[in-house]
């Protein structure tokens, strides 16, 4: 069993997920069809999106460095603040029609949602090692609210300036940060500033040189970037076949709740099976998603099963390789690696986003979901072969 404190954490940790996601989502389910609106070049559409991952990506290392320096969080309440200044970008981008404000605001709000992924790992430090896998899917759960609260306050907003479409979602956006630098207030995380560990940092190329690490980060970043990639065409592919705008942000919303309501049992397969399995389930899981997406696109259920399939089987491969990564380095090693991690990770990402436009326009919805094939075959190849050789190495 947990202590109160770190119940007291999880629960806290949550609460930021499900408000920091809820922008994400809030972004995701706008920004492809005010990118297509607004880009005279209809492939740079996704742009924006591309731009978002890129600044997570260039953010990694220095907020780890900001973390490690000023503690946990004051990165937090940074992050924030960052993206706060993204959404008063967006409504200008939106109010002046200027696509490249857009491309800036996005890259803002991603600089800042870097930092907010950075709460999966605080929940891993603050819990004891038999709890951290279950750690670390609880406060992915929190994002469960972000499936209801994104998508619907994209759509609410949306009209709240009948003059100046979608001002009001970048509006509704500032709220959320406001929220979240209170909550963020509420967290009685570690101080690990100027502890010294037990075991001391190896060289940076011995810990990357560890089939372990490389496997984590590897199933980390393809199924982050092909759940990324399928998800950023996904509101034009159903936007092309004449639905409506609500249809796509329901789709969203539920896609949203297969990333995170796994979060209840996550942990505990984790636990039972091992991190590999779960991983392993997550690539099939995608492949069962891309087999509902090429059914056919006449029928709307067909998009929003794969959709919700999809966030599953990103939540099993996410988890999952956060939850090996945490087990392969030492306490002393974590700021590097975990910087390294989301660098590769989010830049994998910002190319399957801004590929994911490029596709789209010049060969539509088929040809990308064939595509997205390859990097989640990779990863089961991958896994699969390390967990057999595995316990040879052990032995």
Not at 44 to 72: D, E, Q
Not at 107 to 123: E, H, L, T, V
Not at 206 to 217: E, K, N, S, Y
Not at 308 to 322: E, P, R, S, Y
Request: aromatic letters at 12%; charged letters at 10%.
């Amino acid at each position: 069993m947990s202590s109160p404190e770190v119940r007291r954490n999880i629960m806290f940790l949550s609460l930021c997920v499900a408000l920091s996601a809820s922008a994400m989502s809030l972004i995701f389910t706008v920004a492809a069809v005010i990118g297509y609106s607004l880009a005279t070049d209809k492939s740079l559409s996704t742009l924006p999106i591309a731009f978002m991952m890129i600044a997570m990506m260039a953010m990694t290392a220095p907020s780890a460095m900001v973390m490690a320096k000023f503690g946990r969080r004051f990165g937090f309440w940074m992050g924030s603040g960052i993206a706060m200044l993204g959404a008063l970008s967006g409504m200008g981008a939106v109010y002046y029609s200027n696509f490249w404000l857009l491309c800036v605001a996005c890259a803002c709000i991603g600089a800042g949602n870097a930092i907010a992924m950075q709460y999966r790992f605080a929940a891993a430090e603050a819990a004891p090692p038999e709890f951290r896998a279950r750690a670390i899917s609880y406060t992915m759960l929190g994002g469960l609210a972000s499936a209801f609260i994104g998508p619907n306050l994209a759509s609410f907003a949306r009209d709240w300036f009948e003059t100046v479409p979608f001002l009001g979602t970048f509006v509704a956006l500032i709220g959320l940060q406001v929220l979240l630098i209170i909550a963020i207030g509420q967290l009685r995380l570690p101080d690990a500033r100027g502890v010294k560990h037990v075991e001391p940092a190896r060289a940076l190329k011995t810990v990357l040189g560890q089939p372990a690490i490389i496997i984590a980060i590897f199933a980390g970043a393809l199924g982050y970037a092909v759940m990324s990639f399928v998800m950023t065409a996904t509101p034009l592919a159903i936007l092309d076949c004449d639905y409506v705008f609500g249809d796509a942000a329901f789709i969203i919303q539920w896609h949203v709740v297969g990333m995170y309501a796994p979060g209840f049992f996550t942990g505990n397969l984790i636990k039972r099976f091992g991190a590999l399995k779960v991983i392993q389930t997550g690539a099939i899981l995608n492949f069962v998603c891309l087999a509902v997406a090429l059914s056919g696109e006449d029928l709307l259920a067909n998009f929003w099963v794969s959709l919700v399939i999809l966030g599953v089987a990103w939540n099993f491969m996410f988890v999952g390789a956060t939850t090996f990564l945490t087990e392969n380095y030492r306490p002393s090693e974590q700021a590097r690696v975990q910087a390294i991690n989301e660098f590769v990770v989010f830049g994998t990402v910002a190319i399957g986003s801004l590929s994911a436009g490029t596709i789209y326009a010049a060969s539509g919805w088929i040809t990308l979901l064939y595509s997205a094939a390859l990097p989640v075959g990779l990863v089961l190849l991958v896994v699969s072969v390390y967990a057999l050789r595995r316990p040879r190495q052990m032995a």
